[in-house]
């Protein structure tokens, strides 16, 4: 099978049911209503939320950013392709990492990799489907 | 500090009580570990030099007519800068205030105030109220005050002790403990300046009580100054207002809150716990000058040291190069180094695994960026 440049494939519990290709999964409704929970902050230069069960502090004025809270990642993918790696979240589907940069995608993906294995992350989704911001709690 | 040109009589004790019975019971008096002492034990107490006579006069009118404009504002439709109580002790569920001290018979009073109102500022505008800083006020007064001529006896000035802490900074209470005229012969540690506090900015706000609350409500303390007359020694609890007795000297304290409902000011004091309500007190707006002779905000906190043994209760990153943050338990979010990019993932892989891990945490922050880290 060609590589390419898009997760061809996830775990049994998370597979999209569309076959693999050249593009991230589409969401389901399911997924896109999820997608749309408590609007909190917008993205910015520093980080503005607290961790869950701390005193939270002041929350920068809100923005149309639908954010994503508290989600566990189910799966990771990357291939050879440059700044290509994604992660799977849960009840949402896959979501590549933003491409800015190597140094912006390698810390995003590394917070990313990281709740695979323990912990959940906050972001917020972005018209481009890519994320930019990562909390890791 | 004590007027040495106008020697005022004792505490009495009884006059006060009567006076206090006479005006409706304003505040509650008691007997405590200041009126048990000697006049000249009591008055070493007070550490800010007094102005002259006439300018003595000049600010306590002006607090009682600033205090009288600023009742006006608080009974008006709300909407002002600031909400209408406000206590660091209890602001959001979190206690932002520091242990209570004990100055002794050192007239060290500004450095007491000044240190206490960074100590708040630093919890508070971290939203930290687990951070439990203890800043030295033996490093403020014994070395920076000598330095500017303040000994236990002629007392100085929170403006004066605020440049220090801008200037060079504070060290923390463990590299200098205080004892009252440093009897117990502690020295600076040489470490000191990789154990330091310092306030980046710091304004004065004297005569504006709008401005005072303002920044209460959003940094936590202020530092102020305020002529102590002899009842003042005995309160203990209630909104204090001076009914009797001679003036006594000047002194300096950390404001933590107010309320509007009550008309006063909540002051952290430095006479010990067994002083007053556990320490604290409440004064009238327009009080004996606590609005116009000195009243100062520190704006920021900037710490270097090391945490401690702590955690890592979050990680974030976003889309720009080398913008990676820890949140540290009781420290809040920390800059990554960011000097290059190895450094920069390098750290991060570390605090990555000590959150995976649940393992402790020490690390040197430098002004809010994390320079070195052990995950043990």
């Known amino acids: 099978m060609a590589a390419s440049t898009s997760p061809s494939s996830a775990p049994v519990t998370v597979a999209p049911t569309a076959s693999p290709d050249n593009a991230p999964q589409p969401l389901t409704p399911d997924q896109l209503s999820s997608a749309t929970t408590a609007v909190a902050a917008g993205p910015s230069a520093e980080p503005a939320l607290s961790p869950p069960g701390t ?24 291939n050879n392709s440059p700044r290509n790696g994604h992660a799977w979240v849960d009840t949402v589907g896959w979501r590549r990492m933003a491409t800015n940069s190597d140094s912006v995608h390698e810390a995003l993906l590394m917070l990313a990799s990281s709740a695979r294995l323990a ?16 909390y890791l709690w | 500090m004590a007027d040495p040109g106008t020697p005022a009589p004792p505490v009495e004790l009884d006059r006060v009580r009567t006076e206090l019975a006479a005006q409706g019971h304003p505040w509650v008096m008691g007997e405590n570990s200041m009126t ?25 009118s002006q607090a009682r007519s600033l205090a009288a404009g600023e009742a006006a504002r608080a009974t008006a439709v709300s909407g002002a800068g600031a909400p209408a109580q406000f206590d660091s002790r209890n602001a959001g569920g979190g206690n932002y205030v520091t242990p209570v001290k004990d100055q002794g018979d050192c007239g060290s009073c500004v450095a007491f105030g000044t240190v206490a109102t960074i100590e708040t500022v630093a919890a508070f505008t971290r939203g930290q109220p687990g951070l439990r800083l203890d800043l030295s006020e033996a490093h403020l007064f014994y070395t920076h005050g000598a330095n500017d ?7 100085w000035m929170p403006e004066r002790a605020l440049k220090a802490c801008h200037d060079v900074g ?32 710091y304004t004065a706000l004297t005569g504006n009580p709008a401005a005072m609350k303002e920044q209460l409500a959003a940094r936590g303390a202020l530092v102020a100054c305020f002529l102590v007359y002899q009842d003042f020694f005995a309160y203990k609890s209630g909104v ?13 304290v950390t404001l933590v809150g107010y309320d509007d409902s009550q008309g006063c000011w ?4 430095s006479w010990n716990t067994s002083w007053g309500d ?52 009781n420290m809040g979010w920390l800059h990554l180094a960011a000097d290059d990019e190895v450094i920069n993932k390098a750290m991060l892989a570390e605090l990555i695994a000590a959150k995976q891990g649940g393992r402790p945490v020490n690390a040197f922050s430098n002004n809010g960026t994390i320079i070195e880290t052990y995950v043990l």
């Open chain 1, 55 to 78: 005193p939270q502090a002041a929350l920068p004025a809100a923005t149309a950013a639908a954010w994503q809270s508290s989600k566990k990642v189910l799966a990771l993918w990357t």
């Open chain 1, 119 to 134: 912990g959940s992350i906050t972001y917020p989704e972005a018209a481009d489907n890519l994320i930019h911001e990562i």
């Open chain 2, 36 to 60: 048990i002492l000697e006049e000249d034990q009591r008055r070493h107490r007070l550490g800010v030099p007094l102005p002259p006579e006439g300018e003595r006069r000049e600010l306590e």
């Open chain 2, 149 to 155: 001529n303040a000994t236990c006896d002629t007392g």
């Open chain 2, 170 to 201: 504070v060290t923390y209470e463990d590299y200098f403990p205080y004892s009252a005229r440093n009897r117990s012969g502690a020295k600076l540690n040489a470490d000191w300046p990789n154990r330091l506090a310092t306030t980046p900015s």
């Open chain 2, 240 to 252: 204090y207002r001076h009914v009797t007795g001679a003036l006594a000297g000047g002194h300096c």
């Open chain 2, 266 to 269: 909540i002051a952290k004091n």
């Open chain 2, 278 to 329: 556990a320490g604290f007190f409440r004064i009238a707006y327009g009080e004996c000058g606590i609005e116009t002779w000195q009243v100062e905000q520190v704006g920021a906190v900037n710490l270097r040291s090391w945490t401690g043994s702590t955690s890592v209760l979050g990680l974030w990153s976003n889309d720009q190069d080398r913008n990676t943050w820890a949140y540290l338990q």
